[in-house]
């Protein structure tokens, strides 16, 4: 029984670009979470998205957008990369209704 | 403004003795609380939660007791052992008691069983 699996598990970008993180449910799940885990804090919840659409939203810019597809699998993008960007992005999924959420082992995304 | 609290970055105990951590809350919404752990280069994994109707929860080795009036619960661990060591992050949500909402994490406490 898989997991929650993320793409890629490392990433080095520069200022400005643009970046596209990839997330696959645990089988059976149906809502998908993303959390940016800063070094030496708690992972902070970005959005999360139930039947393709975006369900609710945490405090983070525009910038920051996201997916759902029709297999339930997910991607996060974030424009016009900063500095403060570079941090470890979680996908967490779950089943709606469900009692825990289950995380990838996330992407360590560095800026420079 | 942290809603949930973890005021040790870190704790050490001795294999076979009791490990407790402790988290606080400010948001009194929070009807659902998590605790997760977490190994370096994993992601978190779940280890056990509690409803804001209860204030207690028994898993195994693994009880988390909420204290609703003063906004406070802790995690123990009974007996430690070495590979316990890890981060250990409390999470709260809102609104329905399930994980169809987004979870607010503690910073963690790092816990450290030492042989």
């Known amino acids: 029984d898989a997991g929650v699996t993320q793409s890629p598990t490392h990433l080095i970008k520069t200022r400005g670009q643009q970046v596209t993180l990839r997330c696959s449910p645990k089988?059976?799940?149906?809502?998908v979470s993303w959390y940016q885990q800063a070094l030496g804090q708690g992972p902070q919840f970005i959005f999360q998205y139930y039947e393709e659409e975006e369900r609710q939203r945490g405090n983070f810019p525009d910038r920051f957008s996201g997916h759902q597809f029709p297999n339930y699998s997910s991607e996060l993008n974030v424009n016009a990369l900063l500095l403060g960007d570079s941090a470890l992005y979680l996908c967490a999924s779950s089943l709606d209704r469900g009692l825990s959420q289950h995380f990838g082992d996330g992407t360590r995304l560095s800026i420079l | 403004d942290q809603q949930v609290k973890q005021n040790s970055p870190s704790l050490s105990v001795q294999e076979g003795r009791i490990s407790i951590l402790n988290c606080d809350y400010t948001n009194s919404m929070f009807d659902y609380f998590l605790w997760y752990k977490k190994y370096p280069a994993e992601g978190p994994t779940f280890l056990i939660s509690i409803s804001s109707i209860k204030d207690k929860n028994e898993d195994g080795r693994f009880t988390v007791f909420l204290n609703k009036s003063a906004k406070h619960l802790s995690l123990h661990i009974v007996p430690s052992q070495p590979g316990d060591s890890a981060v250990y992050f409390c999470?709260?949500?809102?609104?329905?008691?399930?994980?169809?909402?987004?979870?607010?994490f503690g910073k963690g406490t790092l816990l450290t069983v030492n042989p």
């Open positions: 999470a709260a949500s809102a609104g329905g008691g399930g994980s169809n909402y987004k979870l607010t």
């Open positions: 089988s059976g799940h149906d809502t």
